[in-house]
């Protein structure tokens, strides 16, 4: 298995308020990190109170942006819906070689923007993947994520399919894959209040 090491140019994608990229200037000997974010308001926000050289934030669409130079990784915390298959394209058109990516919101996500599958695996079984998806599909939204009977196994069908197939997808084009628990699977805040974490993973390709 390969391991991510000299990562000295960082690409974040969807870094909202730019902590992320705070934190890893801050802990990480790196180069340079660029932290782009459609939201005009947070990345004016973040490069007013930025003292870090090494740190850039700039106001990009990332389903418009396309990197002039290979970074040596590109990560993204909560990349809504389709979001994060845009990133895995970025990072796969741009041969950067180690992307992690945390998905969430899996409504959003976008197949005009995208043709799902995108992997060959689960192309070649498009019609079966269509009748899943739309099997489990209705449950997305549907089912609140403290919810943890039959329904919210249902939609996390719809989760699974969608993350196998990214991994595939990064798979085809040369990466190690693996995915990482990022916290608990189940948090439970109150008595009454839980919160379902089942799918909140990171997804890491590695070349
Ligand atoms: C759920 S927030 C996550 C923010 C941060 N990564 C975090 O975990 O706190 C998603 C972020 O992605 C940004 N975003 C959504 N669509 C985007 C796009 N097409 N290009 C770049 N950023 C986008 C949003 O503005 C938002 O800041």
């Not at 002039?68 to 990133?87: E, K, P």
Request: neutral net charge.
């Amino acid at each position: 298995m390969k391991s991510i090491n000299n990562v000295k140019n960082i690409l974040e994608i969807g870094g909202g308020n730019g902590e992320l990229t705070k934190f890893i200037a801050d802990k990480l000997d790196v180069e340079e990190i660029v932290c782009i974010d459609s939201n005009k308001e947070l990345t004016e926000k973040s490069t007013k109170s930025n003292r870090d050289a090494r740190v850039m934030y700039e106001h990009i669409n990332a389903f418009s942006y396309c990197p002039s130079y290979s970074f040596d990784l590109v990560i993204s915390l909560h990349g809504c819906g389709s979001l994060t298959d845009r990133v895995i394209d970025i990072g796969v058109g741009s041969n950067i070689r180690n992307i992690i990516c945390v998905p969430c919101c899996y409504s959003k996500i976008n197949n005009e923007k995208l043709s799902l599958p995108r992997s060959h695996i689960l192309k070649s079984k498009k019609e079966d993947y269509e009748k899943i998806i739309n099997l489990v599909f209705k449950y997305e939204g549907s089912v609140k994520e403290s919810d943890d009977g039959i329904r919210s196994i249902m939609r996390d069908g719809y989760r699974l399919l969608l993350n196998f197939d990214r991994l595939f997808y990064l798979q085809e084009n040369g990466y190690d894959v693996q995915v990482t628990s990022i916290c608990e699977r189940k948090l439970t805040f109150s008595n009454h209040i839980s919160l379902n974490n089942s799918m909140r993973f990171a997804i890491v390709g590695m070349k």
